[in-house]
């Protein structure tokens, strides 16, 4: 994107030099946009973006940048994908690195770590985070779950309804930055909850504790690019991608715990 602008730039400047240096030029000269193809070839593919060596490896963007648009643009999901989360992924490896939970599954340094180390706190979270959030969506997604997480939310919500109402409302009023949250507590009931920042349910601080199954992000650069200040068009356009396939698989996972 930057080599596009740049290339954008120079021959607005070149137009521009010939206007001044000949008064008979009169031609206004006007420049396409890429279309979505050029966006998508000039970003390149996810399968690029790697990570420094380290016991944590980025999750596997399971489509391509564009897979989910109109609801998130492939400008969004490549700067949240190749920026964010790739140096959320470097620095917790560099955090964990010569500790004792260096060769720890993720979901086990996050329930040892300390909530005062705000390096390994944020980083562990914002990798965790991301790599569930990323497997809870998928192009020509959306709908409504099925078999037994179907059960469980009009068992635990009253309808499905109830549970995006909730659900929406839970993220909508989160303050600042964070995560809303369906998970799956200590009893086997369904929740929602929200965690600030990169927090979540798996940590020893977290107000309602529990397993995740469903991940939304409302930092303000998984949705500022698309929809400015109207985080609520974010969210319920976030239900048009969710992948409830994966959803369920998640809920049927704890259930055979």
């Given at each position: 994107?930057?080599?596009?602008?740049?290339?954008?730039?120079?021959?607005?400047?070149?137009?521009?030099?010939?206007?001044?240096?000949?008064?008979?030029?009169?031609?206004?000269?006007?420049?396409?946009?890429?279309?979505?193809?050029?966006?998508?070839?000039?970003?390149?593919?996810?399968?690029?973006?790697?990570?420094?060596?380290?016991?944590?490896?980025?999750?596997?963007?399971?489509?391509?940048?564009?897979?989910?648009?109109?609801?998130?643009?492939?400008?969004?999901?490549?700067?949240?994908?190749?920026?964010?989360?790739?140096?959320?992924?470097?620095?917790?490896?560099?955090?964990?690195?010569?500790?004792?939970?260096?060769?720890?599954?993720?979901?086990?340094?996050?329930?040892?770590?300390?909530?005062?180390?705000?390096?390994?706190?944020?980083?562990?979270?914002?990798?965790?985070?991301?790599?569930?959030?990323?497997?809870?969506?998928?192009?020509?997604?959306?709908?409504?779950?099925t078999n037994a997480l179907a059960e469980a939310i009009i068992k635990d919500f009253g309808s499905l309804e109830d549970f995006m109402?909730?659900?929406?409302?839970?993220?909508?009023?989160?303050?600042?930055?964070?995560?809303?949250?369906?998970?799956?507590?200590?009893?086997?009931?369904?929740?929602?909850?929200?965690?600030?920042?990169?927090?979540?349910?798996?940590?020893?601080?977290?107000?309602?504790?529990?397993?995740?199954?469903?991940?939304?992000?409302?930092?303000?650069?998984?949705?500022?690019?698309?929809?400015?200040?109207?985080?609520?068009?974010?969210?319920?356009?976030?239900?048009?991608?969710?992948?409830?396939?994966?959803?369920?698989?998640?809920?049927?996972?704890?259930?055979?715990?």
């Open positions: 994107m930057k080599k596009l602008n740049f290339l954008i730039s120079v021959l607005f400047l070149f137009i521009t030099l010939l206007s001044c240096n000949n008064k008979k030029l009169t031609e206004v000269v006007e420049v396409p946009l890429p279309t979505t193809e050029q966006t998508v070839a000039i970003m390149g593919s996810p399968d690029d973006v790697k990570a420094d060596e380290g016991s944590f490896q980025l999750e596997k963007l399971p489509y391509a940048y564009n897979a989910l648009a109109p609801s998130i643009s492939a400008t969004t999901l490549e700067m949240h994908y190749s920026k964010h989360y790739l140096t959320y992924t470097n620095n917790l490896n560099k955090a964990v690195l010569g500790t004792p939970l260096e060769n720890l599954t993720i979901e086990e340094v996050l329930s040892k770590l300390d909530p005062n180390d705000a390096a390994l706190r944020n980083n562990a979270g914002g990798f965790y985070n991301h790599s569930l959030y990323w497997k809870c969506m998928a192009p020509k997604a959306g709908g409504e779950p109402t909730l659900f929406k409302n839970e993220a909508t009023k989160q303050f600042g930055s964070g995560w809303a949250w369906l998970i799956v507590d200590r009893t086997g009931k369904l929740q929602v909850t929200s965690t600030p920042n990169q927090d979540n349910p798996l940590m020893r601080n977290a107000a309602v504790p529990g397993t995740p199954i469903l991940a939304l992000d409302v930092w303000e650069h998984a949705y500022y690019l698309d929809y400015q200040y109207r985080r609520k068009n974010y969210i319920d356009a976030f239900f048009n991608v969710i992948n409830w396939n994966k959803v369920a698989e998640n809920y049927d996972a704890i259930l055979k715990k």
